[in-house]
């Protein structure tokens, strides 16, 4: 085994200690940078994306146009449900299809994305307020079909009741009668 020493003046360890530190600095912002984009993709949880529709949404913002498949290859997520989002996240507002082919979809900026998101809210409680009576006529009805059911059944135990026991008496009534009969039959004999 031969040792070569190597004299390695001391401007050139510095710049390789530099280089180190650079490539460490860059490291820990990526790591800060993966923290941050899974901050924002929970933060739009909060507003009512699917954990998939906020990657999604951060992926566009942050690299731009993309066809479909490259987001469902960077993203890992299926090609088919990448779709189902991506239409998703345009009927919402937030992200917006090229016309030109292959499509490309892009995120809208994050202003005009919350809006969009706060308006479908809105929306959504119109809607809600709106067939809030129609529920609470749907649940009445429900009540009385179980109220009237309670009647139906107490009702029918009633009739059961009488039938057991109008069965019973006749029961008792055809075994009186046959031993009567026995009885009359050995009488006669």
């Known amino acids: 085994m031969c040792h070569i020493k190597l004299h390695v003046p001391p401007y050139v ?3 390789i200690l530099q280089f180190v530190e650079i490539e460490e600095a860059i ?3 990526s790591s800060n940078q993966d923290q941050l984009i899974l901050a924002l993709q929970e933060k739009l949880r909060d507003f009512g994306l699917t954990k998939n529709e906020s990657k999604i949404y951060v992926f566009l913002s942050k690299k731009g146009p993309k066809k479909a498949i490259d987001i469902c290859t960077e993203e890992v ?3 088919t449900e990448t779709y189902h989002l991506l239409s998703t996240l ?3 507002g937030i992200v917006i299809a090229s016309i030109q082919r292959p499509t490309k979809f892009s995120a809208v900026k994050i202003e005009k994305a919350i809006e969009a998101i706060i308006q479908n809210q809105q929306e959504k409680i119109e809607e809600l307020k709106l067939l ?3 529920m609470i ?3 009445n009805s429900f009540q009385n079909i179980r109220e009237n059911n309670k009647s139906d059944i107490s009702k029918l135990e009633s009739k059961m009741k009488k039938y ?4 019973r008496l006749n029961s008792d009534f055809k075994r009186k009668l046959k031993e009567m009969r026995q009885k009359s039959d050995m009488l006669d004999n």
């Open 164 to 167: 057991s026991k109008s069965t």
């Open 27 to 29: 490291a820990s912002s």
């Open 77 to 79: 997520i299926p090609r």
């Open 132 to 134: 809030k009576y129609d």
């Open 13 to 15: 360890t510095f710049k």
């Open 137 to 139: 006529e749907l649940w």
């Open 90 to 92: 345009e009927t919402k």
